[in-house]
């Protein structure tokens, strides 16, 4: 006969079985989309295997920050296109003390503590280069997928383009904007969560800025959606391009 003790432990277990039950779909599409269709769904990944799922990114070398400042000193363009971590996949850095005017020395992670391992860990980043003011964001909204005018400066954050007067990035399809100072949190429209940050090395003495990471997964408006393919924040059926440096443009 069930004594009363161990009728308790027998209704804690059930319920948390059924409580965890709708999350053990999404959990499997995550962990089978790290680790193993990444690989085979872009052939433009930059790492053959990523085995250690949102810490498998790779190094990448984006440029030597001396060449970034004589593109700011020359052009007047704080903003440096390249591509992470598909070969295809629009991303940029951005000076936000050369954007801003003012000393831009760390910015928050919004994604702090909502993923496990080293990078979920990172309470706040600190920028990088001779100022600590370079940081590096994706260009690709994460409401629908549609590539972010960041090379558009602007003087409102109305206008769709990189708002120079408070760092205000706002989409042209259905108007999501991002602060990118405070991390690339949404500011307003219909854009689920922040836009992802990436997480940059900064060699002092070549100079050289690396890509090392991110700080959320590449997942696009659904967390995740039923196929793993649909997973990436690059969505297949947009014509990504990565503009060619130096790529500012005056906006409204």
């Known amino acids: 006969m069930m004594n009363r ?16 039950a709708p999350m053990i779909k999404p959990l499997a599409d995550y ?3 790290f680790y193993n269709e990444l690989g085979s769904i872009s052939k433009q990944y930059l790492v053959a295997n990523n085995n250690d799922g949102i810490g498998g990114f790779p190094k990448y070398k984006i440029v030597n920050v001396s060449d970034f400042q004589q593109q700011v000193k020359s052009s007047g363009c704080p903003v440096y296109f ?10 940029f850095l951005v000076d936000l003390e050369a954007l801003l005017g003012k000393p831009v020395p760390q910015i928050p992670n919004p994604y702090y503590g909502q993923y496990a391992g080293p990078l979920g860990q990172i309470k706040t980043i600190n ?27 602007v003087t409102s954050d109305n206008n769709p383009g990189l708002d120079i007067q408070n760092s205000v990035l706002h989409c042209p399809c259905h108007g999501s904007m991002y602060l990118l100072a405070k991390g ?58 990565v503009p060619s440096n130096p790529s500012c443009s005056k906006g409204g």
């Open 5 to 20: 003790r161990t009728f308790l432990r027998l209704y804690l277990v059930v319920g948390a079985a059924i409580a965890i």
């Open 184 to 241: 690339g949190i949404v500011v307003g429209g219909p854009a689920p969560r922040p836009l992802p940050i990436v997480f940059l090395e900064y060699d002092q003495n070549t100079g050289d800025i690396y890509a090392v990471g991110t700080n959320a997964p590449y997942f696009s408006a659904s967390i995740p959606r039923t196929t793993p393919s649909d997973n990436l924040l690059y969505d297949p059926r947009y014509d990504y391009s």
């Open 82 to 91: 390249f591509s992470y971590p598909l070969t295809n996949e629009p991303c």
């Open 127 to 153: 920028g990088v280069g001779p100022n600590n003011s370079i940081y590096a964001f994706s260009d690709v909204c994460v409401h629908l997928g549609c590539q972010l005018p960041a090379q558009v400066l």
């Open 31 to 33: 962990v089978g989309y």
